[in-house]
């Protein structure tokens, strides 16, 4: 088991570098997952946004598309659990679980035996995510596969991570771009300086309870659309 979860956790950390994209990304490191996980067939990573929507990002097949959209809309299910409340939930022989009583029967009708669901720490804001496991084929959850899963869920939350990092960045640059635009605006319009020009937009903010830099955003949009003409 040492060597399964040796080579998994090679496997698992090429997949941060293999793609071009976080979907991508995301998408290897479910197909690697579903590949390492003994017991399991079907794998998905998921995330909930702030007002409680629930989105799946990548999916190892149809099945993990249902099962995962079935317990969003239940609200109930292995992997609601782990987004709201459980850290790890594991749901061996499902049929026979009464914590979730509207999901597990159309889950059986499904074919699900068993299921994992891992709770992901994306970012230090809050944001989580789910590595949604699911099997076909038995009932029995075996102790490597959670330790396996703990590992590419650690994978998941890091990709999804820094994805939310770099986002985050490229949208500071753009905002302070755009107001370093408006205020070179007002400087030659009004000929004030950069402090003074800069004081005039927060106050502007201020009393028209517009944040400051969709107040630049206007600025710039309506300098471009007159140039336009």
């Not at 956790?9 to 979907?23: G, I, P």
């Not at 230090?124 to 869920?153: H, P, Q, R």
Request: glycine share 6%; net charge negative.
């Amino acid at each position: 088991m040492a060597d399964d979860l040796g080579e998994a956790l090679a496997r698992a950390a090429r997949t941060l570098h293999a793609s071009s994209s976080l979907e991508d990304t995301l998408q290897t490191i479910a197909d690697t997952a579903k590949d390492s996980l003994p017991g399991f067939d079907a794998v998905g990573i998921s995330t909930i946004a702030k007002d409680g929507t629930v989105t799946t990002h990548a999916a190892t097949s149809d099945l993990v598309w249902e099962l995962d959209q079935l317990q969003y809309r239940l609200g109930q299910g292995p992997c609601v659990d782990s987004l709201h409340e459980s850290t790890q939930v594991l749901a061996p022989n499902i049929a026979d679980d009464d914590r979730w009583p509207d999901f597990v029967p159309q889950a059986i009708e499904l074919g699900l035996k068993s299921q994992l669901a891992l709770k992901l720490y994306v970012d230090d804001k809050g944001t989580l995510g789910g590595l949604n496991i699911y099997s076909t084929t038995t009932e029995e959850i075996d102790d490597g596969a959670v330790s396996m899963a703990t590992l590419f869920a650690a994978h998941a939350a890091t990709a999804m991570g820094n994805a939310s990092e770099v986002e985050h960045l490229h949208e500071a640059l753009s905002t302070r771009t755009v107001i370093g635009v408006a205020v070179g605006m007002l400087m030659e319009q009004y000929t004030l300086s950069q402090d003074a020009a800069f004081g005039l937009m927060v106050r502007s903010s201020s009393y028209s309870n517009i944040k400051l830099r969709d107040i630049a955003r206007r600025m710039v949009d309506e300098a471009n659309a007159r140039a336009v003409r």
